[in-house]
C-alpha cells in the first residue's frame, strides 16, 4: 500500500525524494498535493499567478548578455539570466508569491517560511504583504547577522521574523523550527518552503513554480544567440534556481552544471559541497545527498554565503547528478567573492554571494574551451554588502 | 493494563545511569519504557527533548554506543526506541539487528518513518522482532488510521506490549508539557479507535500531571510521560520518585 500521493514522489535511478515526516504532516502534505494539483489545472489560478508573476514580480526578466566580461575571460558570448532584477530580488519570489496564491486557495491564511540567506524570507513577507496573509519567518541568529538588510525588510513587510539559537544559527536549523511550527499549526497555516527540499511535494512543487526561469531563458537564447549555448550553470543550495534553470534544458545537448558551495576547506565541517563526502541519508522528510557523520548525525557546514550553507542537497536535482544528466563542481568563499568582483567591474552588476559561486567557475570554463555560456544569475548582492565589505578591504 | 509509559533520553542524564533507571522502571511494575536515541536534528521535539539530545550527543551518546550500552540487560521493562530514521539507515538493518540482539528492545518508534517509504528495511526488522510502532495523530483520518494499522499489525495478544501498541498523539505539535492539554479531542479519538481495534493505545504529548495521566488511564488507554520525566532527571530527581505518584489514580 502506498500513502496516496498520486504525483511521482521518487527521483531518478536511486529513488530519492519520498515523504518521510512525522504522521502529524503526512495529511497536510497530502492536502498540499491534492491543493497544487487541482491549482494546475484551474485556469483562473494560473492567470492569476502569471499576472502577479508579470505586474508584481517583473516577469519575464531580462537576458543580458555580457560581452566585457565574456572578452576578458576568452568565452564567444556570455549570456546572464537576472533573477536578480525580480520584485525582492532573487529567483525565491517565484515560488514564495505561486505557493502564497495556493495557501490562499486552500483558506489558510498564516504562512510559516525559513530563510538562510534572508531571500526567501523576504520575498515570502513581500507576498503575503501583498496578499494580506500573516507571515512568520524562522531564521538562524548567525543568519540574521550576516544578512541584517534582509531582516529588516521582512520586518517592514510586516513579518514576524523568529531567531533560531540551535545549532549553528544557520538554514538547517530554521528548517527544523520551521517543520515544528507548521506541526503545530497545520490546521490553519501553510508552510512555504523555499527550495526543492523536504518531503514530497515540496520538491516537485517548488521546482514547478521555478522552471519558469529556464523556459523565459531558453526561448530568449534562441532569440537573441540564434542557438543553444555550450554550457548553462546555476549555483546550488538546496536546487531551487539551479532545476529552475537548469531543467527546461533537459532534452539539448550541451553542458549542465550546479556549483555547491566549496567554503574555506575540503573538510567535513569547512563546505557544503553535498558531492564531496555527502551520504545518502534523510533529513528534513526527504532521502537525498547529506554531509553527515558516521552516526547519521547531521554534518556542520561553512559556506561565505548563508543561501548555499545547508547539508542535503534537494533531492531532485542530487538524482540529475547522480544519473549523470547535471554535472556538479565547487567553487571556494575566495573564489565566489573574486567571481562577484568580476561582474562588479566588467559589467557594473552586484551579485548575491550565492550566484557569485557559478560566477566563480567561468574562468575554469573559458580554460575548458567552453564558447558561450548561460549563467544563472540568481539573487542581486545588496544584502551581502557588509561582507563584500569586509572581505574585500573596501 | 499498563498504567504508564516513561519516556527516557539515552544518555541524559548519563549513559552509566541507564541500567539503573531501567531496573527501577521494572520494580514499579512497568511494562515497557520508550528509550529516545539523540539526534542532531530532531523535527519532532520540543524544547525539552531537544536540549536532552543535544546534553547526551555531548556526552558521546552516539546510536551504537546506546545500544551497546544496553546490551546484556535483563532487569528492564521491554525497551521501544524512539528514534529518527537517519541514524537506523546509516547503521544498516544487519548491523542494526546485531546491536539490537542482546538489548531488551523489542520495538523501533520511527518518528520520520511513514509506512511504505523503506518496505523492505521495514520487513527485515519486523521479521527479526522489531516491529514498528503504529503512530496516530490529531491530523490522521479513521480511513488512515485504519490503513496504518493494517500496515503496522497487530502481532496478537500473546505478543508484549511493546510490540501491540499503537501511540496516540494527543495533540498538534511537538513532544513537550505544554499547558493545559485540551482532553476532549483526545478523548473521542481514543473512542473512536478502540472501536477499531483490540490492540493497546498510548496517549503522549504534552501530557505530565496526575490528573491528566489519570483521565488518559480512564480512558482505557496508557499516558505517556515524557519531557516532564527528562526534565526532572536531569534536574537530579529519582525515576521512582518522579513516577511514583503518578501511577495511582488522582481522582
Ligand atoms: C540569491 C540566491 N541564490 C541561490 C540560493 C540557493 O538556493 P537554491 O539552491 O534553492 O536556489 C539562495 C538561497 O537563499 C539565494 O538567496
Given at each position: 500500500m502506498t500513502l496516496g500521493f498520486t504525483l511521482p514522489d521518487r527521483f531518478g535511478s536511486q529513488a530519492l525524494g519520498g515523504c518521510y515526516a512525522p504522521e502529524t504532516l503526512l495529511q497536510p502534505l497530502l492536502d498540499l498535493e491534492a491543493a497544487f494539483r487541482s491549482a494546475l489545472d484551474d485556469p483562473a489560478y494560473r492567470a492569476e499567478l502569471k499576472g502577479e508573476l508579470r505586474h508584481f514580480v517583473g516577469r519575464p526578466t531580462p537576458l543580458t548578455p555580457a560581452p566585457r566580461l565574456a572578452a576578458q575571460l576568452g568565452l564567444k558570448a556570455l549570456f546572464l539570466k537576472r533573477e536578480d532584477l525580480t520584485h525582492t530580488g532573487a529567483h525565491k519570489i517565484n515560488n514564495a508569491l505561486a505557493q502564497a496564491l495556493l495557501a490562499k486557495r486552500m483558506g489558510k491564511h498564516e504562512i510559516i517560511a525559513e530563510t538562510g540567506a534572508g531571500q526567501h524570507g523576504v520575498a515570502t513577507a513581500a507576498a503575503c504583504a501583498r496578499l494580506g496573509l500573516s507571515c512568520t519567518v524562522y531564521m538562524g541568529v548567525t543568519d540574521m547577522a550576516r544578512q541584517a538588510p534582509n531582516v529588516a525588510r521582512m520586518r517592514l513587510f510586516g513579518a514576524k521574523v523568529e531567531p533560531v539559537e540551535a545549532g549553528q544559527g544557520t538554514l538547517k536549523e530554521a528548517v527544523n523550527e520551521a517543520l515544528r511550527a507548521w506541526a503545530a499549526r497545520c490546521d490553519r497555516a501553510h508552510y512555504i518552503l523555499g527550495s526543492a527540499l523536504g518531503p514530497h511535494p515540496f520538491p516537485t512543487l517548488v521546482r514547478t513554480f521555478q522552471t519558469v526561469i529556464g523556459e523565459e531563458a531558453r526561448a530568449q537564447i534562441l532569440e537573441q544567440a540564434g542557438a543553444l549555448p555550450e554550457v548553462v550553470i546555476a549555483c546550488a543550495g538546496g536546487g531551487s534556481n539551479g532545476l529552475g534553470l537548469l531543467v527546461p534544458f533537459l532534452g539539448d545537448t550541451l553542458k549542465r552544471i550546479a556549483v555547491e558551495a566549496g567554503g574555506h576547506g575540503p573538510d567535513l565541517g569547512e563546505h557544503a559541497a553535498r558531492l564531496d563526502g555527502g551520504r545518502m541519508g534523510v533529513l528534513h522528510g526527504c532521502k537525498t545527498l547529506l554531509l553527515q557523520d558516521d552516526h547519521g548525525h547531521t554534518a556542520e557546514t561553512a559556506s561565505i554565503s548563508a543561501g548555499l550553507d545547508y547539508p542535503a542537497l534537494g533531492p531532485e536535482l542530487a538524482a540529475l547528478i547522480l544519473d549523470g544528466q547535471v554535472e556538479v563542481r565547487r567553487a571556494s568563499d575566495e573564489e565566489a567573492l573574486s567571481g562577484a568582483r568580476l561582474l562588479c567591474q566588467a559589467e557594473g552588476i552586484l551579485p548575491a554571494l550565492e550566484s557569485s559561486h557559478a560566477l566563480a567557475l567561468l574562468p575554469t570554463l573559458a580554460a575548458e574551451g567552453a564558447a558561450t555560456v548561460l549563467l544563472g544569475l540568481s539573487g542581486r548582492g545588496d544584502k551581502d554588502l557588509s561582507t563584500y565589505q569586509s572581505r574585500s578591504g573596501l | 493494563m499498563n498504567p504508564l509509559l516513561p519516556f527516557l533520553m539515552a544518555g541524559d542524564p548519563s549513559l552509566e545511569a541507564l541500567p539503573q533507571l531501567l531496573a527501577e522502571a521494572k520494580a514499579l511494575g512497568l511494562e515497557a519504557v520508550e528509550l529516545g536515541l539523540p539526534h542532531s536534528d530532531p523535527i519532532a521535539d520540543g524544547p525539552v527533548l531537544q536540549a536532552a539530545a543535544h546534553r547526551a550527543i555531548q556526552r558521546g551518546a552516539t546510536p551504537r554506543r546506546v545500544l551497546q550500552s544496553l546490551?546484556?540487560?535483563?532487569?528492564?521493562?521491554d525497551v521501544v526506541l524512539f528514534t529518527y530514521l537517519n541514524p537506523l539507515l546509516q547503521l544498516g538493518a544487519a548491523e542494526l539487528k546485531r546491536l539490537l540482539a542482546p538489548t531488551p528492545v523489542r520495538a523501533l518508534l520511527v518518528v520520520d518513518l511513514p509506512f511504505g517509504e523503506e518496505p523492505a528495511f521495514e520487513a527485515e526488522l519486523r521479521a527479526a522482532g522489531y516491529p514498528m510502532v503504529p503512530l496516530l495523530a490529531p491530523t490522521t483520518t479513521l480511513d488512515r488510521a485504519r490503513q496504518i494499522l493494517a500496515e503496522r499489525p497487530d502481532p496478537g495478544p500473546g505478543a508484549p506490549f511493546a510490540q501491540r501498541f499503537a501511540y496516540v498523539v494527543a495533540r498538534l505539535g511537538v513532544t513537550g508539557t505544554g499547558q493545559g492539554l485540551d482532553l476532549k479531542p483526545v478523548s473521542e479519538r481514543v473512542a473512536d479507535l478502540l472501536r477499531m481495534t483490540s490492540r493497546p493505545l498510548a496517549v503522549g504529548f504534552g501530557l505530565s500531571d496526575p490528573r491528566s495521566l489519570t483521565a488518559i488511564r480512564r480512558l482505557g488507554a496508557t499516558p505517556v510521560i515524557g519531557s516532564a520525566l527528562v526534565q526532572e532527571l536531569a534536574g537530579g530527581h529519582g525515576l521512582r520518585e518522579v513516577l511514583a505518584p503518578r501511577l495511582v489514580d488522582d481522582l
Open positions: - | 546490551a546484556g540487560i535483563t532487569d528492564s521493562p
